[in-house]
């Protein structure tokens, strides 16, 4: 069974419930009282509580979801008399007036209560047994699924859908859906306590067993609204207004995604078991600090969601039964009611000052929890934001898992998990008590999480939890999330960046040692033009000779003025054997912005081609037009490595700002920094020598600088 924002035994389980009500004895609160419910007279029109109507305007703004869907499934193991399920289901609802209810929209646009007259419940059964064994199961799964996420129509009815899947003669799986309209966990519960007593009845020949019920669900919706007015609903939102007053801060969880602007409650879930070892601790700290399971585990909640965000106003949602009356504990209906608590998590405390803040306000919600949550909505006004839930985010949940399996005559029911694949709000937790120890389940919305990070949050939890019951007095902060390996990663692994280059060795000195070990490999393509790394080489040098003839010396500033190619990337490799400091001009520039990079940077040389020549300023520079004055005065140049003038420490290149904030300033890298740069890209895209890489930024950017070279230092192209 699933919890929604209104569904389950409520946050508290039933052993909660009793040491809660002790406890508010105990210190002084009086929980609201009220006369008794009673059955409406004839002439009364049927109403919708307040939580009904919120939800009919909610089908309105949103039909044909199945956001409020509440499905099960009941395994039937033994013989299965249909005709009896039929004849029990039939006397449910007839017992039920809201199983049969439908809810439409009056002349005026309000919503109106329509209770139909009983009708025989006829069982719709699909037959698996012919199926091979091995496939059954995963279709029974398959049709849980569809059918979980089927919606209804509130006005044509009916709101509760039963099926049968046969998986052979003595296994059967009976799906039951309801809408939240009509019912919520504890009704279940109910429901199918009610199946398996008339059943039993039935199948042995005797008369319903159940006592008419004395009041109905309609009488408790006309009860609410005469009751909940006035002083009675005005003391109880005076708490409210007190304990949610003030800005009441959105939960900022780190998501793996964009928070879309719709919610689109599509959701999964993770799970894991707490080991009987932490479950027993965690009770034997309850004892010893006075609290109840509840008001433990939403003290350590709130500690994981103030280290997760590092906010200290932790709001989280949660269900209560609502059935403070005994009047209403046997009836199916929407009764469950959410309740809002704020946890201040400033101050650093400890877990067991947390515990005394979660007990005050736990306790004080109890005492005031009539309030249905639309109202407390309606009051408070939140901005409204079609991409959260209003008032908070997070969700807890106790459930008391109890008893999974009831005996039969012949038969036996055991409830199977369905999943519908929704979440309300961005995380809900749910807990699970059993004698095998505490459950947690994770339910949250993949619009926003990914499983493996919801997963490292259980983990996260856990630990928590055991450093907690370890030392309670220990601030919650300083209680360490991180599990043994992701300490290792995150102190050792992710810090060891340290990667070894040579830090004797400039740039050329290395590419001049690639094409010794690949000469014929090609190192660069542009277009139809190609050049190997001996070509590449043997081309550099000779412009290099060719720069060191008309004066170029160790750390001139020479400019490259041309288009991205391979005259290009000869020029930058001919300035580093040169000795000299690459800084390049993109073409595009106006002229006021290339005049100023010149004078600015003291440029000594520069190299161009013929077509780039009109859009340069009146400077007084020397000018080397590769395509020009390659033939006959560069190609004449010596093929071999010029003599090494340069050191690491001597700079490489100077690239300027866009000087968006001012004007533009010259960024200068030595050769030692560009090297271990070129190094790191090496490792962290694993180059090889099979690898191409392309030069897609313009040249005055600093990326182009190792997408031109950090191929060649490892043989790419």
Known sequence: MKSEEVQGKGGLAADDLELFSYLLEEEGIEATSSAGIVPRKSTDEPQLSFAQQRLWFIDQFEPGQPTYNIPFALRLSGRLDISVLERTLTEITRRHEVLRSTFVATPSGAPAQVINPPIAFQLPLTDLSALPPEQREAEAVRLATLEAQKPFDLARGPLLRLSLLRLDEEQHIALVTLHHIISDGWSTGILIREVAALYEAYSEGRESPLEELEVQYADYAVWQREWLQGEVLEEQLGYWRKQLGGELGVLELPTDRPRPAVQSYRGMHESLMLSPELSRSLREL??????????????????????????????????????NRAEVEGLIGFFVNTLVLRTEMSGEPNFREVLRRVREVALGAYAHQDVPFEKLVEELQPDRDLSRHPLFQVMLEIQNEGENLLELPALSMESVEVDDATAKFDLTLLVGESENGLSLRFEYSVDLFEAETIKRMGRHFENLLEGIVADPARAVADVSLLTDAERVQLLAEWNETTTPFPLEQCFHELFEAQSERSPEAVAAACGDARLTYRELNARANQLAHYLRTQGAKPEDRICVYMDRGLDLLVSILAIFKAGGVYVPLDPAYPKERIAFILEDAQVSLLLTRQQFLDNLPELNLRLIRLDTDWEPAIATQSAATPSNVTQPDNLAYVIYTSGSTGLPKGAMIEHRGMVNHLFAKIRDLQLTGADIVGQTASQAFDISVWQFLVALLVGGR
Do not use: K, N, W
Request: with cysteine; aromatic share 8%.
């Open 286 to 323: 309850c004892r010893r600090e006075g609290v109840t399971l509840y008001m433990a585990m939403l003290g350590a909640f709130a500690s994981l969601l103030h280290q997760y965000t590092g906010q200290t106003d932790i709001v989280v949602g949660t269900p209560i039964a609502g059935r």
